[in-house]
């Protein structure tokens, strides 16, 4: 018997991602989402999510695109030139929208893009958490990303090479538990056989392992949106949920 978790990110981005997300909740087929509640439709998509709130783990989606593009973040976390006060003030603030609509702390936190891995970045998280949640800690997504089970080998480097201490940090300054493991990069393209990389991941992930998942249903009109309604497409599938009963594989929700 293996536990994973199997995590739907981008929750709020939009109505065809939230009407995904919560269809494969309510049919247990993933276990945890992550919310980017700075979408103008929070506060909607939040009430929708809180009547399946205790059949899934809800997370935090940190989100720096308002900040910066990608590229930009990732040099400024490298040359460590990010701005410290910025990102403590947008994370307590998404912080605070989680909680004021869902009447609770998140259940974990991760970040869009990885954002929350980057150097100085998870510093900031680190500190947050701890001020924040000193009781009880959320458990902190581990984007451990392997270089093989998928089409984005260049990707997985750059992920990598920017989480390189993230484990240190997280490990000695906040109690949170990680997964202990990590998989769901790919090329995110159309073509791409979800399917067969989701099959592999879930043969290879450790025992309280995560993948991450991107679906939407049909209509979609946001970045990738025919590669995750093909997510959607096999995660609601029959031969899903036969793949992981044909190898002893159960979802959780927490990686303990």
């Not at 900040?67 to 400024?76: H, I």
């Not at 510093?123 to 093989?148: E, F, G, H």
Request: aromatic content about 6%.
């Amino acid at each position: 018997m293996k536990n994973i978790i199997v995590c739907a990110d981008d929750y709020g981005m939009s109505q065809e991602v939230d009407d995904a997300i919560l269809e494969l909740i309510e049919k247990k087929r993933i276990s945890a989402t992550s919310c980017m509640t700075l979408m103008p439709n929070w506060k909607a998509s939040a009430n929708r999510l809180k009547e399946l709130e205790e059949q899934a783990a809800l997370g935090l989606h940190f989100d720096l695109g308002h900040v910066a593009s990608l590229g930009k973040l990732m040099l400024s976390a490298v040359l460590r030139t990010l701005d410290k006060s910025a990102i403590e003030t947008t994370l307590n603030q998404q912080l605070d929208n989680f909680e004021n609509e869902m009447g609770r702390a998140p259940d974990y936190i991760d970040g869009h893009q990885h954002v929350h891995a980057f150097p100085v970045i998870r510093d900031v998280l680190a500190s947050v958490v701890n001020q924040r949640y000193a009781i009880k800690t959320p458990w902190i997504r581990r984007p451990s990303v392997p270089l093989t089970g998928h089409d984005s080998a260049l990707k997985a480097v750059v992920i990598q090479g920017l989480n390189l201490g993230f484990d240190s940090v997280i490990g000695k300054h906040t109690n949170a538990q990680t997964n202990s493991s990590f998989a769901g990069l790919y090329s995110i393209s159309e073509t791409a056989n979800f399917p067969e990389l989701m099959e592999g991941w879930v043969n290879n992930l450790d025992n309280h392992g995560l993948i991450m998942c991107h679906p939407a249903v049909e209509g979609a009109n946001v970045e990738h949106s025919l590669a995750r309604i093909k997510e959607y497409d096999y995660l609601r599938s029959d031969r899903y949920i036969s793949h992981l009963e044909a190898n002893n594989v159960t979802l959780v929700t927490h990686p303990e």
